[in-house]
Structures are given as structure tokens and as C-alpha cells.
């Protein structure tokens, strides 16, 4: 996994929602700190309970301040409707191949739940200069990050 102190691998991927289909990370750096949050399903309980926090924390963040950004391995016609059903004001993106989830070392098998090669619930921290400031991973499915913490370390990053 990604350690905090190290440089975040960059990536590009098809997202859903903006103006563009490709999410690259270099260039949502240019615009301050980000909040990458990786997530098995969506449409699952847990993944829904998450953004609904993650929907907080973004209106929570001034523009200068940071970016969230989802990653899943879902398809982008799955996120976009996720977008669309949950009101996701944020870029999701789509690694169903898995290399984003694997370059960040978050990448499972959940064979209780039937899912492989998806994200582990997990949350990373960069700085505008896509160094790694935070790192959480869950030890469950089910497990949610703390939200209040993720909000403080990006804020923490403007001082």
C-alpha cells in the first residue's frame, strides 16, 4: 500500500460527470489538494453510508482547498447512475482494471460478498503536490473512514 511521506502514483482513467471522460490526477493536482476515496460497489449499503459523508465533505471544502474524487472498478454506466441516483457533485472514476487499484495497493478480493479484484474501502490524502498526507484502509467491508479526520487533515494542508 501507499505509504503517508511517499509520492502518490499518477493515473489517468475514464470518469463520469465534468466536462471531459478522462480523469487525470496530475491535472486535478494543478488545483489544489485531493481526497481520494476507493470504494468495492456501488449501490452497496456501506458504499452508499460513505457518500453521503463524502457529499459532506465536499460542499465542506472551499475549491482552493481540496477535491474529492471516487474510485471504483465499477463500469463508468454503473457510476454514472450511481452519480446521478446519489447526487454525486464530485468525479468518479472507473478502474475496472484494476490498475489504479493495484498501483495504490488497495485492490481485493471479497469472496464473503462475491466481489474480486474491486477497491478496498479506503481513503488517501494528497497534497498539491500529489504527496500521500493520509492514508486509511478498512479491515471490513462494512468498515466506514472517519470523516471529521479526512476533513482535517485536507484543511489542514491550506494553512
Known amino acids: 500500500m501507499v ?13 463520469v460527470g465534468g466536462e471531459s471522460d478522462e480523469f ?29 459523508k463524502l457529499k459532506n465533505l465536499s460542499k465542506s471544502l472551499s475549491r482552493s482547498q481540496g477535491h474529492v474524487v471516487g ?18 457533485d464530485f468525479d468518479l472514476v472507473s478502474d475496472m482494471g484494476g490498475r489504479v487499484s493495484s498501483s495504490y495497493g488497495v485492490k481485493v478480493d471479497i469472496p464473503e460478498l462475491g466481489l474480486y479484484g ?23 467491508p462494512a468498515e466506514q473512514p472517519d470523516m471529521d479526520r479526512v476533513r482535517k487533515e485536507v484543511k489542514s494542508l491550506s494553512r
Open 3 to 15: 505509504e503517508v511521506g511517499e509520492k502518490a502514483p499518477f493515473f489517468s482513467e475514464m470518469k
Open 24 to 52: 487525470v490526477l496530475e491535472r486535478k493536482l494543478d488545483f489544489g489538494p485531493v481526497v481520494l476515496a476507493f470504494f468495492p460497489a456501488a449501490f452497496s449499503s456501506p458504499c452508499e453510508e460513505e457518500f453521503d
Open 71 to 88: 474510485v471504483s472498478a465499477d463500469s463508468p454506466f454503473c457510476l454514472e447512475k450511481f452519480r446521478e441516483d446519489k447526487e454525486v
Open 118 to 140: 474491486v477497491s478496498n474501502r479506503s481513503v488517501f490524502v494528497l497534497d498539491a503536490e500529489g504527496n500521500v498526507i493520509f492514508k486509511w484502509a478498512a479491515e471490513n
